[in-house]
């Protein structure tokens, strides 16, 4: 079947929630291929989850070799892999904690939801307060935690118990606590909200908060977790703990893999029968994340996230003073954002069109999340695209 009747099938049978616009068939490292071998410097990663790269060669084996060995039993038997990964999260979390498994953010985020729920049942507290501006997924309670109308125009009526306050505004925060909070639910750096990093203040002052009125800071490290930022968690990077938190996306290297984590405060919460996922935990899924830590730590790719983030901040900054039309580069690591003075959709597709993709969120803002192992030549091969296609477009 060629590419344009694969698309078609697609437009055909499959329920209308995205719009893609190009099929891509082959990964390596930080580079994808179309159908008709174009290639093109991969800066979205799958949306921040290509953590290694494509097909790394040991990411590869460690999946090839567990599926070929068992591929699922449940959580009603032990695997090898899930304790040994729950483990090293422990140890990256570094705090005493536990870990639950699941697939996907939006899980993640449901769990983490449910425990602080269950955390404040004794006191009568449940009430969860997030962010304006925030992303935490597309279930029903995850739409509801999320902090933009347009993600649940038409859902409603959406569960009870949420609350908002102003990112970055601690004295909003502080306005919207009332006897019902049982958790503040946060990104260190808003991803889908268009790469916006907590200030220290805001961020420490959460914390602070948190201990005061004995709440739950509960962080969603989906996007800015597995070492996105330079430290294995976003919140590390603001020298905060949190009390739980939520893993997706980069967890896995392309495998689907949720989990959230419950440290001193809350992980004794849980008890047998109150949560469950027929997948969590599955081998498969573990050895990818194992793999992918593996990776990170001996390709020492969290020194890598600093100097090539740093490199890419620095020299997207020099370029941007040519251009008034580039507002702002923003972000931490290899999370940054690039914000234009109007929609950045027609960049995006000047980018795609000289080979570098990198989309555009939060309407203005084109966003990068290369895999954490991109070279420094990869780099700058997407900043001499990005300075090329600066040069060529005129904003409309
Ligand atoms: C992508 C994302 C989610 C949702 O993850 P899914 O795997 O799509 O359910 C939640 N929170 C943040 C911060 C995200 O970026």
């Avoid at 921040?48 to 790394?56: F, I, L």
């Avoid at 709440?215 to 968690?233: A, I, N, S």
């Avoid at 990170?296 to 996230?305: M, S, Y």
Wanted: glycine residues 10%.
């Amino acid at each position: 079947m060629n590419a344009n009747d694969l698309i078609q099938l697609n437009k055909q049978y499959a329920i209308n929630t995205y719009a893609p616009n190009l099929l891509l068939t082959r990964g390596k490292g930080c580079r994808v291929w179309d159908a008709d071998g174009r290639s093109y410097l991969d800066f979205l990663a799958g949306i921040a989850v290509a953590q290694v790269g494509h097909c790394h060669p040991k990411l590869v084996a460690a999946i090839q070799k567990q599926a070929a060995t068992l591929m699922h039993v449940s959580n009603l038997y032990y695997n090898e892999n899930a304790p040994r990964l729950a483990a090293k999260l422990v140890e990256k979390f570094a705090a005493p904690s536990r870990v639950f498994f699941c697939n996907s953010g939006a899980e993640a985020n449901e769990g983490l939801i449910k425990l602080a729920r269950l955390w404040g049942s004794a006191s009568g507290r449940y009430e969860i307060l997030s962010m304006k501006n925030s992303f935490h997924g597309r279930t029903l309670a995850a739409i509801t935690a999320t902090g933009q109308t347009k993600y649940q125009k038409g859902f409603e009526p959406l569960p009870a118990g949420f609350a908002y306050a102003e990112y970055n505004n601690l004295d909003s925060v502080r306005a919207a606590i009332t006897d019902k909070t049982v958790a503040i639910l946060v990104e260190a750096i808003q991803g889908e909200g268009g790469v916006v990093p907590a200030t220290p203040e805001f961020l420490k002052g959460l914390r602070a908060l948190c201990d005061e009125k004995n709440l739950l800071l509960l962080c969603d490290e989906v996007q800015c977790g597995m070492g996105r930022t330079g430290t294995w968690f976003g919140f590390q990077q603001f020298g905060v703990q949190a009390d739980a938190c939520s893993l997706a996306k980069g967890l896995g290297g392309g495998l689907p893999i949720g989990a959230f984590i419950a440290g001193p405060k809350a992980s004794e919460v849980f008890q047998p029968g109150q949560h469950a996922s027929t997948f969590g935990g599955n081998p498969v899924a573990c050895a990818a994340a194992l793999a992918v830590i593996d990776i990170i730590e001996k390709e020492r790719l969290l020194d890598n996230v600093a100097r090539v983030g740093e490199l890419l901040q620095t020299e997207l900054r020099a370029l941007a003073t040519d251009y008034p039309w580039i507002v702002d580069v923003r972000g931490r690591g290899l999370m940054l954002g690039v914000a234009l003075n109007h929609p950045a959709k027609a960049f995006e597709k000047v980018l795609l069109a000289k080979g570098l993709i990198a989309i555009a969120t939060a309407d203005n803002v084109i966003r990068m999340l290369p895999p954490l192992n991109i070279t420094q030549a990869d780099a700058r091969e997407a900043l001499r695209i990005f300075a090329e296609a600066a040069a060529t477009y005129s904003p409309a």
